[in-house]
């Protein structure tokens, strides 16, 4: 089945560690997101792609970088996590940025 | 600036009617999306309207008025499987494209 997929589904790593999060889809959607999403709160978005177009929300820490370098595969790098980086990562792709989003499953990051 | 207003919870019975409100603040009102996210998963695509009036989709119904920045969410015949959170999504026109912005949700508990 067509899908979004996200690994891993939880990652731990040390305060300072640099962490990789990785998202695929099947949708051959255009547009891929970033959500960070924390307990009870709205997600948030840290920046998407438009086909090879990068978009940075402008409150996106700079620790949080983004690679896409196919059409199918969208990256979110953490540079140094800190304890306040501990979250869910949505990923979501769209057919264009007007169409409705299909989420992954999640990455559940915790920051020792 | 850019503001999505819903209740933090609703309870409701199984078999019942329910309408969860949205009222949000934006520049350049683009569309709304309702999503339904069940604890610890991703968020679902429900619903969307970017014209004014009632869009019906099976058990769920969602309204849109713009001149009042107001929308609402109807689900009948509730099930148990339908307690998660709501979210309503605003698609918001900012300088060189669109821009997603999700309201915390609402967390609906179904009860026998």
């Known amino acids: 089945d067509a899908m979004v997929i996200q690994n891993p589904r939880y990652q731990v790593t040390q305060f300072g560690k640099p962490v990789t999060l990785s998202c695929s889809q099947t949708?051959?959607?255009?547009?891929m997101y970033w959500y960070q999403q924390k307990s009870s709160q709205a997600p948030k978005l840290l920046f998407h792609?438009?086909?090879?177009?990068?978009?940075n929300e402008a409150d996106t820490p700079d620790n949080f970088q983004s690679r896409r370098p196919n059409t199918s595969f969208c990256f979110l790098d953490i540079r140094s996590p800190g304890l306040g980086d501990a979250a869910m990562y949505l990923c979501?792709?769209?057919?264009?940025?007007?169409?409705?989003?299909?989420f992954g499953p999640g990455t559940r990051l915790t920051v020792t | 600036g850019q503001n999505i207003d819903q209740p933090t919870e609703m309870t409701a019975t199984e078999g019942a009617i329910v309408q969860i409100n949205c009222t949000y603040q934006?520049?350049?009102?683009?569309?709304l999306f309702w999503y339904q996210q069940h604890a610890g998963e991703a968020p679902t695509f429900l619903s969307y309207?970017?014209?004014?009036g009632l869009e019906e989709k099976g058990r769920f119904s969602s309204f849109l008025s713009r001149s009042k920045g107001y929308s609402y969410l109807l689900l009948k015949e509730l099930q148990m499987k339908d307690s998660a959170s709501y979210l309503c999504?605003?698609?918001?026109?900012?300088?060189?494209?669109?821009?997603?912005?999700f309201g915390a949700g609402t967390r609906l508990f179904v009860k026998a």
């Open positions: 979501a792709t769209s057919r264009v940025e007007l169409a409705e989003q299909y």
């Open positions: 949708l051959n959607h255009n547009v």
């Open positions: 792609y438009y086909d090879k177009d990068f978009n």
């Open positions: 934006t520049s350049g009102f683009n569309g």
């Open positions: 309207n970017v014209l004014d």
């Open positions: 999504a605003v698609r918001d026109r900012k300088t060189g494209g669109f821009k997603t912005i």
